[in-house]
């Protein structure tokens, strides 16, 4: 059974930074490429960026050069680090694989 689990959310300040991760279980996550999402309320799913399975990373021009996406492939891990975070930036954020996705974890950039 796949599973995706995502942690590190929180509250933080505007301009604060936070680093999620996303862990898998189930599947050889090493040869994978993982996709980092989010939605905000009232909002459809945004696709923030992803991660190939060598390592080759791509964002959307929203985040790009604020938000870098790495894996630890040893620890069936990929993590989205966060900085200069902005109040837009409030929203539930979920790692997908392929058809799996985690439940998701929640971010609140908030003064």
């Known amino acids: 059974q796949v599973k995706l689990v995502e942690s590190g959310g929180g509250l933080v300040r505007p301009g604060g930074s936070l680093r999620l991760s996303c862990t898998a279980s189930?599947?050889?996550?090493?040869?994978?490429?993982v996709n980092w999402y989010r939605q905000a309320p009232a909002k459809e799913r945004e696709l923030l960026g992803s991660?190939?399975?060598?390592?080759?990373?791509t964002y959307a021009g929203s985040v790009k050069g604020r938000f870098t996406i790495s894996r630890d492939n040893a620890k069936s891990t990929v993590y989205r680090q966060m900085n200069t975070l902005k109040p837009d930036g409030t929203a539930v954020y979920y790692c997908?694989?392929?058809?799996?996705w985690g439940q998701g974890t929640q971010v609140t950039v908030s003064s």
């Open positions: 189930g599947i050889f996550l090493a040869i994978k490429t």
């Open positions: 997908n694989v392929y058809k799996y």
């Open positions: 991660i190939t399975d060598d390592g080759i990373t």
